[in-house]
């Protein structure tokens, strides 16, 4: 069974950092590019950041420079560092594995994350 368990998420005041885990089993992780998406308050989802089986990443349109993604083939876990955080940040953050040359592509359940200002 495919498990993708996102954790790390909590409150936080503005100014503070946090660190997403997301912990992957049950699927050959390091043949899947993974994708940090984030879904705010009445909002659409959006993509945060992706790192490809390379390490190459990319981040969402104006999120470059507080948002870090990285991963650990060996450990099977993605991690989405977030520094100087916004009450705007706050939402439900989200992995999601994809292989896509064989069309498979899982989802997590999500991390909430909450900023106060």
């Known amino acids: 069974q495919v498990q993708l368990v996102e954790s790390g998420g909590g409150l936080v005041q503005a100014g503070g950092s946090l660190r997403l885990s997301c912990v992957a089993s049950g699927i050959d992780f390091s043949f899947y590019g993974i994708s940090w998406y984030r879904q705010g308050p009445e909002k659409q989802r959006e993509l945060v950041a992706r790192?490809?089986?390379?390490?190459?990443?990319n981040y969402g349109d104006s999120l470059k420079g507080r948002f870090t993604v990285s991963r650990d083939n060996a450990k099977k876990t993605a991690y989405l560092q977030i520094d100087s955080l916004k009450p705007e940040d706050t939402a439900v953050y989200l992995c999601y594995a994809a292989w896509s040359s064989r069309g498979r592509n899982y989802w997590g359940q999500g991390t909430q994350v909450t900023v106060s200002s």
């Open positions: 790192i490809t089986t390379t390490g190459s990443t």
